[in-house]
């Protein structure tokens, strides 16, 4: 059975930093995609940053300059490196991973139950 597990997440105050977490198990991890995704309360879940199978990240616009994904596929487990935090940036982030490129067109299939950033004024 698969899982992901997100850990990391914390309160910050505005320009502070967290580095989150995603271990995954009972997946090949290296043929698959991972993303990071966040969750406001009353907003729609949005995309963060998407890692392609050897590395390379596209961002969403409003986290560019900001936020850094990385893989480290020998321990399947993913970072998302969260620096000049903002009160905007409070969410539930979770990690997702769709077999194959990040660039087909699939779901993704697999979900973490999430870790709560919370960054004050």
């Known amino acids: 059975q698969s899982h992901l597990v997100e850990s990391g997440g914390g309160s910050v105050q505005s320009g502070g930093s967290l580095r989150l977490s995603c271990a995954a198990s009972?997946?090949?991890?290296?043929?698959?995609?991972m993303g990071w995704f966040r969750q406001a309360p009353g907003r729609e879940r949005e995309e963060v940053a998407i890692?392609?199978?050897?590395?390379?990240?596209t961002y969403a616009d409003f986290v560019k300059g900001r936020f850094t994904a990385s893989r480290d596929n020998a321990k399947s487990t993913m970072y998302l490196q969260m620096n000049s935090l903002e009160p905007e940036d409070t969410a539930m982030y979770y990690c997702?991973?769709?077999?194959?490129?990040?660039?087909?067109?699939?779901?993704?299939?697999?979900w973490g139950p999430g870790t709560q950033v919370t960054v004050s004024s």
């Open positions: 890692i392609d199978l050897d590395g390379p990240s």
């Open positions: 997702a991973a769709k077999w194959g490129r990040c660039i087909a067109a699939i779901a993704f299939s697999y």
């Open positions: 009972g997946l090949d991890y290296r043929t698959y995609c």
